[in-house]
């Protein structure tokens, strides 16, 4: 059966974040993709009243989409511990919008926190997993999938992904037994971004995928992969490694795609495109129903 597909607006992010363009001129524009829904982002929300949040979710599905993922930031890994217990509370509550928007099953993103200099891994891990655990009821009370995303950085962060590098990133998901209400957002281009192989990590994390963004990135002119690489792992978003078309660039969708199909995947695909504008977001999508097509006849 096909996957579906839904287009988040990475190029619009920051300005339906800070106000110069609304959530509902993003949905309004986004009805002339080819796409089954619209991705959101905690960030596009100006309130989380009940009546604004119903009132995005009758524009999302009276434009004829679904709202499949709600990207969260949450910061669990904030050294002070009324931070952390702040974060858990805000997560709670994205789940709760979630639900609204999306139903049953919608996918909830969560990530570990930010890499503060002063946090160990050890204590860090503990924080992130005491916090998974605590809003872990409330996904299952709502009947919402939490998606632990192998991320970089969020874009009004200070610090990169505590778990950015593939070994913290499976030990963490390995650590939540739940199956049903937690699962893994895999996205392959932050598996460049951090110096390591996307197909690596989606072998090792295939059975627990519950969605995926399909992104991809491109070697500006005159630059090596090994320029990129760091001591650590971490390439950040160097100027460097740009976004483009998804399908061509460094990523190798046949071989994550026959992953994913061996493995019996039915969630999601998102474009997290349109750096260059809504020609190549079209662009990506039909390249996602060709791929779909292809693998998940």
């Given at each position: 059966m096909p996957l579906k597909v839904s287009a988040f607006p990475k190029c619009y992010l920051e300005e339906i974040s800070t106000g110069r363009r609304t959530v509902f001129e993003w949905i309004e524009m986004?009805?002339?993709?080819?796409?089954?829904?619209?991705?959101?982002?905690?960030?596009?929300?100006?309130?989380?009243?009940?009546?604004?949040v119903e009132e995005v979710g009758d524009a999302i599905h009276s434009a004829g989409f679904a709202m499949p993922m709600l990207c969260?930031?949450?910061?669990?890994?904030?050294?002070?511990a009324d931070a952390r217990k702040r974060e858990i509370e805000r997560q709670s509550a994205m789940i709760q919008v979630t639900s609204k928007l999306g139903g049953p099953r919608a996918v909830c993103r969560v990530l570990s926190g930010q890499r503060y200099p002063e946090v160990s891994w050890e204590q860090g891990r503990d924080w992130v997993l005491e916090a998974f655990h605590a809003v872990l009821p409330v996904a299952k009370e709502c009947d919402v999938v939490l998606?632990?995303?192998?991320?970089?950085?969020?874009?009004?962060?200070?610090?990169?992904?505590?778990?950015?590098?593939?070994?913290r990133f499976v030990s963490i998901v390995d650590a939540m037994e739940d199956r049903q209400h937690f699962g893994v957002q895999y996205d392959p281009s932050n598996a460049i971004v951090a110096g390591e192989d996307p197909l690596a990590l989606l072998q090792r994390v295939a059975d627990r995928v519950v969605s995926m963004h399909a992104s991809d990135?491109?070697?500006?002119?005159?630059?090596?992969?090994?320029?990129?690489?760091?001591?650590?792992?971490?390439?950040?978003y160097s100027p460097k490694l740009q976004h483009g078309v998804t399908g061509k660039g460094m990523n190798d969708y046949?071989?994550?795609?026959?992953?994913?199909?061996?493995?019996?995947?039915?969630?999601?695909?998102?474009?997290?495109?349109?750096?260059?504008?809504?020609?190549?977001m079209a662009e990506s999508l039909a390249f996602l129903r060709r791929m779909s097509a292809r693998y998940f006849p």
């Open positions: 986004a009805t002339a993709l080819d796409a089954d829904g619209l991705e959101m982002y905690t960030g596009f929300f100006t309130s989380l009243r009940s009546s604004y969260c930031s949450p910061d669990f890994t904030a050294p002070d998606g632990m995303e192998n991320h970089y950085k969020d874009g009004f962060w200070q610090y990169p992904e505590f778990a950015q590098k593939m070994d990135r491109f070697l500006a002119p005159g630059a090596t992969l090994d320029e990129l690489r760091q001591a650590d792992g971490t390439l950040g046949d071989a994550m795609f026959q992953i994913l199909a061996s493995h019996g995947y039915k969630g999601w695909v998102s474009i997290e495109d349109g750096m260059n504008g809504m020609e190549e």
